[in-house]
């Protein structure tokens, strides 16, 4: 099986930072697009950044500037790097990975459990 895992949520003042993590693992042949999307309550989910396996990036209008997405092929894992943080960037994050397994050679679409960030004075 594939599994994500985020990390490094928490509780954090308007205008600080954070840094989420998020590592893939299980029977995994090769890690494709990767992504972390966010979702506020009573709104949908929504795509925040994305990266390449090749290190494309592209953001949301609303964090461009702000946010930077890397990865770390060799880890399997994707980080978002988040600054000038806003109270409306409060969220339950989710990283997002498309994974070519080697037990069902085929590519599929993964999710993590989510990880809080909240911005509050």
């Known amino acids: 099986q594939v599994q994500l895992v985020e990390s490094g949520g928490d509780l954090v003042q308007p205008g600080g930072s954070l840094r989420l993590s998020c590592a893939a693992s299980g029977s995994i042949f090769s890690v494709n697009d990767m992504g972390w999307y966010r979702q506020a309550p009573g709104k949908q989910r929504e795509l925040v950044a994305g990266i390449t396996r090749g290190g494309s990036a592209n953001y949301a209008d609303s964090v461009k500037g702000r946010f930077t997405i890397s990865r770390d092929n060799a880890k399997n894992t994707v980080y978002l790097q988040m600054n000038s943080l806003k109270p409306e960037d409060t969220a339950v994050y989710y990283c997002?990975?498309?994974?070519?397994?080697?037990?069902?050679?085929?590519?599929?679409?993964?999710w993590g459990q989510g990880t809080q960030v909240t911005v509050s004075s």
């Open positions: 997002n990975a498309a994974i070519f397994s080697y037990k069902t050679l085929r590519t599929e679409n993964f």
